[in-house]
């Protein structure tokens, strides 16, 4: 591969990232700022599961979302994120297939599951504490 193409694939894998990120940020801080988290676990518990979990996914969403973002430990993070993704899912598969459904279809959150997946395999790509890897030019190569 020369190095045009991999510099290609390394921004388009940091978009990738950090627009994972940006969602992650965006949907905690809503728990926090707009649902509140009282809120939020009164929501998980209309649809079946335990409020307290909503105090457990609000501040996940938020420091994977900064994480992803700045590129710190994004296979790990990103791997992470996928159950979180699958419970969503599980809110949404009686919904339809469109956003646009009563209560929200499933197509955006398999479509992060899926989003998830692609970056714990592609790693960080450009721009990330992660390409720093301390100096260590083999961490950096295996984007870690």
Known sequence: ????????????TSILRIALGVMFLAHGLLKVLVFTLPGTAGFFESVGFPGFTAYIVAPAEILAGVALIVGFR??????????????????????????????GGWEY?????????????????????DRLGAGNPVAAAQNI
């Open 1 to 12: 591969m020369n190095t045009n193409t991999q510099t290609l694939q390394d921004y388009g």
């Open 74 to 103: 994004t296979r790990l993070v990103a791997a992470a994120t996928i159950p979180l993704l699958l419970g969503a899912l599980s809110v949404h598969t009686g919904n339809g297939w469109v956003f646009s459904a009563e209560n």
């Open 109 to 129: 959150p398999a479509y992060l599951v899926v989003a998830a997946f692609a970056q714990a395999l592609l790693g960080s790509g450009a721009l990330s504490i």
